[in-house]
């Protein structure tokens, strides 16, 4: 198959296709590819140039793969061999703005597997008695955030396992560098690269058709000497076509830079027509009257802009910047030399716009905004590579955005600012020093923030960003609200000793569900129960304060006439500070097997020195009079109110709960495998009906949904 089968085709009276108009060759090599043709490859690669027009191609084909979609096609009118047969829908999981490990997960979804880690994802693939036909369109789109190069990664964790698995048909939309990459990592003849760029399936004809059909006054463009007649039109779009070397975007930017301003334009003048997508933008600059700096300049934050786009409002602050000067006049009269280089969308309404309890949404917060950006990536590419300083532009702009944080209070910020200051930062290099603050941990999205934190070397985090990429994969996991991020995250500094990072996050505005007590990195707990020791048969602290900052309090609310609150573990023996149980045969001395009990304040981040034998567990009246109850699984807890069987607190663990005990006025002491953590649920206390009611006790029931979060 060649590019002059196109022709081919249309001299024996086909249409061309109505969304892609050509690409006759490659049509049909990927529906033969569909069909599973004999011969045709399992897996193919389609790349190009930036602007090749890949992603063009990829979606007028999923057109025909999509059962409802066909029936809004000419598809009797078409070339039979472009068309592929009709059978169910292929998986395309759009890694556009996602990680190589949502990619996955969304491919797994899709399938109905269900495996417990992302690796068993392919041996559940392997095992399939059919094959699944999966594509993976805009390669070059992926990933949350721009400067850590996700496709690079998509290409090493997803798709050539994806590629090696016999029972995946795999068609992907990849850079080049990546596809020859992916496509050297399979045995010979089990791949095709279609490279769009290349003489054989190039298609110039397909593109003069293109530009011939959007010069076409009939069908919206303007009366023109061009545009009315076709023999004047057809030469036009082959000019266009030949100057830009095959290149679809910068044959499309010109022909819209035309249709928009046609004065000062001469269609007999070549040098008038650009050859390269930056041409395309200093041309249409100069004929409106305009300076191609000043331009790029105007556009250069769109070029920067990360997820969806910029937010209209912020686009004059970001071009000062990046200038050096107030460009608010330039803006003001320069929007029309701009606008054939920009798209208007609407924000998504799924963002995460809590911002905690009490706080008010910064400005634009509220579902459908408006946001800007380049309407390709390869403008972007290159009014980037046009800057002088690149990573100097980035700064500015990360500057100004974090100047833009009213009163730094990341509750009021805009939400762009919250979720996308880190990558800008990242790619100036000045994300380590962004991280200073446990309010954009909580505010900022944890997919975002995660993947630029996880870009930055361990050497050159502070403690406090560490225990946050320590705690990322519970945010992203528990997709929680930012006032449960803010929990997560406040149990996480104390457990690593950062007090007073826990601290600064209970005065940030969030209705947190607990306050963290304390907690120690203490192994092997098999059991824990609440109770209390009686002042005469407590000894001296084992230790001192084992959180930062902490105090111990004075009273406790635990130290009554009825003794010391306190909390026992079941380790093993020979646990430092731990007792022989009484009774035990081997009370007289540690063996290696036997059980201790080790006790720990319940208010206070202190071991206590007591005698086991005086331990006073409460009751089970006691309990049963208690405002709240928990059940639990694996890895999570649920706190309920036993008036209205309401949870009022969830935790979700990075490691196994092994043991979990609730004191009747509501301290939750969690044992895993990483240590033990006290908290303090901070619900108000309903009142308890007469009549026990609701779920069972962790001792009695793993929760209603086992050991499913």
């Known amino acids: 198959m060649s590019a002059s089968d196109g022709g081919n085709a249309r001299a024996a009276g086909y249409a061309p296709h109505p969304y892609i108009g050509g690409r006759t060759a490659a049509l049909r090599a990927l529906a033969a590819w569909r069909m599973r043709w004999p011969g045709a490859p399992r897996v193919i690669m389609i790349t190009g140039n930036p602007g090749s027009g890949r992603s063009r191609l990829v979606t007028g084909f999923l057109m025909m793969c999509d059962p409802a979609y066909r029936k809004r096609l000419p598809l009797d009118d078409l070339d039979p061999a472009t068309v592929p047969p009709e059978l169910p829908a292929p998986a395309v999981p759009n890694p556009t703005g996602r990680t190589s490990a949502q990619v996955l997960w969304l491919l797994a979804d899709h399938l109905g597997l269900r495996p417990d880690r992302s690796e068993d994802i392919f041996t559940e ?37 994806l590629a090696a698995t016999e029972t995946v048909q795999l068609l992907a939309d990849v850079p080049r560098e990546l596809a020859t990459e992916l496509a050297g990592a399979l045995p010979s003849g089990q791949a095709q690269l279609i490279d769009l760029d290349a003489p054989e399936w190039a298609d110039p004809e397909g593109l003069v058709l293109h530009a011939e059909t959007v010069l076409d006054d009939g069908l919206g463009a303007p009366e023109l000497p061009y545009t009315t007649d076709p023999a004047a039109r057809r030469a036009l779009a082959e000019a266009m076509a030949t100057r830009a070397a095959g290149n679809r975007l910068t044959v499309q930017l010109a022909v819209q830079s035309l249709l928009m301003q046609p004065d000062g334009f001469d269609p007999a003048d070549p040098s008038r027509l650009p050859a390269s997508i930056g041409e395309a933008l200093d041309l249409h600059a100069r004929r409106l009257g305009a300076d191609p700096q000043t331009l790029r300049l105007m556009l250069a934050p769109l070029a920067f802009a990360e997820g969806e786009g910029l937010p209209v ?23 029309l030399p701009a606008a054939p280089f920009i798209q208007r969308v609407e924000a998504s309404t799924d963002d995460d716009t809590e911002h905690g309890d009490g706080a008010e949404a910064g400005s634009g917060s509220a579902g459908g905004r408006t946001l800007l ?13 046009g800057l002088p300083d690149v990573r100097d532009a980035q700064t500015k702009i990360a500057m100004a955005l974090l100047a833009a944080v009213p009163r730094q209070d990341w509750s009021q910020a805009d939400p762009y600012i919250r979720d996308h200051l880190a990558a800008h ?7 380590p020093q962004l991280l200073t603050d446990p309010g954009l941990f909580a505010h900022a999205d944890p997919v975002t923030l995660r993947t630029a934190v996880e870009a930055v070397p361990l050497e050159q985090l502070g403690a406090p960003a560490r225990t946050y990429l320590r705690t990322a994969p519970l945010l992203t996991r528990s997709q929680a609200p930012a006032a449960m991020r803010a929990a997560f995250l406040e149990s996480a500094f104390v457990e690593d000793g950062l007090g007073s990072w826990a601290e600064a996050l209970r005065t940030r505005g969030f209705n947190l569900p607990w306050r963290t007590l304390w907690s120690v990195p203490l192994t092997g707990v098999h059991a824990v129960t609440t109770g209390s020791v009686s002042p005469d048969d407590e000894g001296t602290a084992a230790t001192g304060d084992l959180a930062e900052g902490a105090q111990p309090p004075a009273p406790a609310p635990g130290d009554t006439a009825a003794g010391r609150a306190v909390a026992a573990f079941l380790v093993p023996e020979g646990t430092p500070g731990a007792r022989t149980l009484p009774g035990s045969p081997n009370d007289e001395g540690p063996q290696d097997g036997g059980q201790a009990l080790l006790l720990h304040d319940l208010y206070a981040p202190e071991y206590v020195d007591a005698d086991p034998s005086r331990v006073v567990q409460p009751s089970d009246e006691a309990r049963a009079a208690a405002p709240f109850g928990f059940n639990r699984g694996a890895d999570h807890l649920r706190v309920w109110a036993r008036a209205n069987q309401e949870v009022v607190a969830a935790l979700l663990s990075d490691s196994p709960i092994t043991a979990a005990d609730l004191s009747p006025d509501g301290v939750l002491v969690v044992a895993t495998e990483r240590g033990v953590t006290a908290r303090q649920i901070l619900a108000a206390t309903p009142t308890v009906p007469a009549q026990r009611t609701g779920i069972a006790d962790a001792d009695a029931s793993r929760g209603p949904e086992g050991e499913h979060s």
């Open 373 to 385: 950006r380049l309407m390709h990536p390869a403008l972007a590419e290159e009014i980037r590579a």
């Open 125 to 161: 693939l392997a095992t399939l008695e059919e094959p699944v036909t999966v594509v993976v369109p805009d390669v070059d789109r992926a990933g949350p955030v721009r400067a850590t190069y996700e496709p690079a990664r998509l290409v090493r964790d997803v798709l050539k396992p």
């Open 425 to 431: 930062t990242l790619d100036a290099g000045l994300l």
């Open 313 to 335: 409002h912020l686009l004059g602050t970001l071009a000062s910047a990046v200038a050096g000067r107030d460009m608010s006049q330039e803006l003001a009269d320069g929007m």
